[in-house]
């Protein structure tokens, strides 16, 4: 019974112990429980249906208002076919990045993803994008407006009214005052660009000419 007795005392030592440990650990339980939750929100699992990370969240709504921007110069340049619109379909699907594009085409009246462009049409998409984003770089900073734009090739996978079309936005830009950057081996852009840098390939070696263009 002596045994007995001992071995009960123990196990009731034990009992409050783990009894007192629990008391102190109780606020750290609920720091832990909060520290998880908030966790989970930022990496997009628990009960996020849409699996969207924090970060992506607040990329989306910024992709939103640069889509906005942007199909105000991409309607100018497909003369109005195209509209890009920011899509979460990625994201019910279980990837978590939730900044899926889809195009509306308004010859078909349907929409589409993006990879269906062609080269060029592509081209015209990921130009309209770039200034949506300065346009609202440009809101963002308060006034603070973009200078220079460079834009490298792609315009040789466009059809001479897409072409016109595209100048005909890249003018404007630079009529407002911007400076625009073209570099291109299409020869028709060089009646339409005043001033030029021609990197000329020699037998023994490249040089660079500076000209001015007639444009009419």
Avoid at 15 to 44: F, I
Avoid at 47 to 63: I, P
Avoid at 150 to 168: K, P, T
Wanted: charged content about 25%; some cysteine; glycine content about 10%.
């Amino acid at each position: 019974m002596g045994e007995i007795r001992r071995a009960l005392g123990s196990l009731q030592r034990i009992a409050a112990e783990l009894t007192a440990h629990d008391e102190r650990s109780a606020p750290l339980a609920d720091e832990l429980a909060v520290a998880t939750s908030l966790a989970s929100a930022v990496a997009g699992s628990g009960d996020n249906t849409m699996r969207m990370r924090l970060t992506a969240y607040v990329l989306a709504a910024r992709l939103e208002s640069v889509t906005a921007l942007a199909n105000e110069r991409l309607q100018l340049m497909t003369d109005g076919r195209y509209q890009l619109e920011h899509s979460d379909e990625r994201a019910a699907r279980g990837s978590k990045s939730g900044l899926g594009l889809r195009v509306r085409d308004a010859w078909t009246g349907t929409t589409r993803d993006t990879a269906t462009l062609s080269g060029g049409e592509s081209f015209i998409a990921s130009l309209a994008l770039a200034l949506g984003l300065g346009d609202a770089v440009l809101e963002a900073a308060g006034g603070r407006r973009l200078e220079t734009l460079l834009v490298d090739e792609g315009f040789g996978s466009l059809d001479e009214d897409s072409l016109e079309q595209v100048l005909d936005v890249l003018d404007g830009l630079r009529a407002g005052g911007r400076n625009v950057g073209i570099v291109s081996h299409v020869p028709e852009l060089r009646a339409r660009i005043p001033a030029q840098i021609r990197v000329c390939k020699t037998a023994h070696g490249s040089t660079v000419q500076v000209v001015t263009a007639d444009v009419a």
